[in-house]
Structures are given as structure tokens and as C-alpha cells.
């Protein structure tokens, strides 16, 4: 069965890092594109970021300089580090995967309703 699972989330003032982890299981990370996606209260679900299996990264521009994302096919985990947070970066803080595809090389990011497999989710606040 295939199952991702987040940690990492909190309550951060401005300016402060988290890290989170997305935790895999049921399949290995090798043949699959792994993303970070945020939904604000009252908002769109919206990419934050993505890695694809030969460590191809993309970036939301708005945090761009800011976070950074990477993968651990050995742990079967993808993190995502995030410094210097903002108040507008508060949301719910998803990981999904999607098998690759060679259409990928020439559309990137995956669409997000490609993703096959989602996880529940964690928290992510910044507030003073």
C-alpha cells in the first residue's frame, strides 16, 4: 500500500526555518516525482515545490531563495527546508507522488492532477 506521510510542521515566528519531511512507503523513490503542496485557509491548493527521481528540482517563484528541496532514496524521504518564513507561507503543507513520465522532460512541473497518491497533511504557521 502505498503511503506518504508529512512531519515537520509547527508555529514559527517570521524570519524562522522549519523542516519538513515527507516519509514514503510501499514503494521506492526512484521512478517517481515527489512535490510539496500549501492551501491557506479560504485558498487554492498551490505547487510549492518538486524533485523529480534524477534530482530535477522546481521552485514556486515566490520561494525561490527561500526553501529548498531534496531527496533521500536511501531513508525514502523528500524534505523540504524552509528559512526565512513569512506570514503568507502559513497553510496546510501536502506531499504527493506521481510516477514519472518522459512527457515530464518536456513539461515541468507535473500538473498537480497528475498526482496519484497524496498524504494528510501538516500544519505550518508564522505568526508574531
Known amino acids: 500500500q502505498l503511503q506518504l506521510v508529512e512531519s515537520g510542521g509547527g508555529s514559527v515566528q517570521p524570519g524562522g526555518s522549519l523542516r519538513l519531511s515527507c516519509a514514503v512507503s510501499?514503494?521506492?523513490?526512484?521512478?517517481?516525482?515527489i512535490g510539496w503542496f500549501r492551501q491557506a485557509p479560504g485558498k487554492e491548493r498551490e505547487g510549492v515545490s518538486c524533485?523529480?527521481?534524477?534530482?530535477?528540482?522546481y521552485r514556486a517563484a515566490s520561494v525561490v531563495g527561500r526553501f529548498t528541496i531534496s531527496r533521500d532514496n536511501a531513508k525514502n524521504t523528500v524534505d523540504l527546508q524552509m528559512n526565512m518564513l513569512k506570514p503568507e507561507d502559513t497553510a496546510v503543507y501536502y506531499c504527493?507522488?506521481?510516477?514519472?513520465?518522459?512527457?515530464?522532460?518536456?513539461?515541468?512541473?507535473?500538473?498537480?492532477?497528475?498526482?496519484?497518491?497524496w498524504g494528510q497533511g501538516t500544519q505550518v504557521t508564522v505568526s508574531s
Open positions: 510501499g514503494f521506492t523513490l526512484d521512478y517517481y516525482v
Open positions: 524533485i523529480s527521481a534524477d534530482g530535477s528540482t
Open positions: 504527493a507522488a506521481v510516477q514519472g513520465r518522459n512527457s515530464y522532460r518536456n513539461i515541468w512541473p507535473p500538473p498537480m492532477n497528475d498526482y496519484d497518491y
